[in-house]
T-cell receptor
Framework: KNEVEQSPQNLTAQEGEFITINCSYS?????LHWLQQHPGGGIVSLFM???GKKKHGRLIATINIQEKHSSLHITASHPRDSAVYIC?????????????????FGKGTHLIIQP | KAGVTQTPRYLIKTRGQQVTLSCSPI?????VSWYQQTPGQGLQFLFE???????NKGNFPGRFSGRQFSNSRSEMNVSTLELGDSALYLC?????????????FGSGTRLTVV
């Protein structure tokens, strides 16, 4: 079972819609990251969260540590927001199970915003 | 300010060969981590280096290795290449260990093994 689950896997929406992408994880974490990947492979780090909420432009990220859940919201979506959004967690040291203390990634959400 | 530079961008190798990929972090960043991305497995953590020492390692065979130099530049090496090693290899740099101040990713090296 993947330690990081994202939903939905694919999302197509119209320009201007409010977008929500969800991420659930099953292990204790020290931080959660939201990443954006465009075709061609380049990855941009959007947010790093350990608690609460962060906002940057039209993007908002929230995390609920008790429920092991995070959401990424996009307001007034635009075709240039079309990308893969990836949730990644930094597992707490000593609790990684497989021995790796690096980032553990979700499978990503493929978002398409149509004009 | 220059970003994270990965070279080469594209590489084609034959099964059984070895390959070395390079990553130059943002100036002042001391931590470099490496990741493999494939369509089937998605992104997976390979290893992390800080101050020339490997700090963490993912669940990859010993054919995958790396190192970090005193100028924080890092290389990863894959020996005895297999078809399944075909992937996009990404590195990311951060100011401190464990990405405490976030990560900046390079554009990746796309490796094809034939």
């Amino acid at each position: 079972k993947n330690e990081v689950e994202q939903s939905p896997q694919n999302l197509t929406a119209q320009e201007g819609e409010f977008i929500t992408i969800n991420c659930s994880y099953s292990v204790g974490i020290s931080a959660l990251h939201w990443l954006q990947q465009h075709p061609g492979g380049g990855i941009v780090s959007l947010f790093m969260l350990s608690s609460g909420k962060k906002k940057h432009g039209r993007l908002i990220a929230t995390i609920n540590i008790q429920e092991k859940h995070s959401s990424l919201h996009i307001t007034a979506s635009h075709p240039r927001d079309s990308a893969v959004y990836i949730c990644a967690v930094r597992v707490q040291l000593g609790r990684s199970g497989g021995g790796a203390d690096g980032l553990t990634f979700g499978k990503g959400t493929h978002l398409i915003i149509q004009p | 300010k220059a970003g994270v530079t990965q070279t080469p961008r594209y590489l084609i190798k034959t099964r059984g060969q070895q390959v070395t990929l390079s990553c130059s972090p943002i100036s002042g960043h001391r931590s470099v981590s490496w990741y493999q991305q494939t369509p089937g497995q998605g992104l997976q953590f390979l290893f992390e280096y800080f101050s020339e020492t490997q700090r963490n390692k993912g669940n990859f065979p010993g054919r995958f290795s790396g190192r970090q130099f005193s100028n924080s530049r890092s290389e990863m090496n894959v020996s005895t290449l297999e078809l399944g090693d075909s992937a996009l290899y990404l590195c990311a740099s951060s100011l401190a260990r464990q990405g405490d101040y976030g990560y900046t990713f390079g554009s990746g090296t796309r490796l094809t093994v034939v």
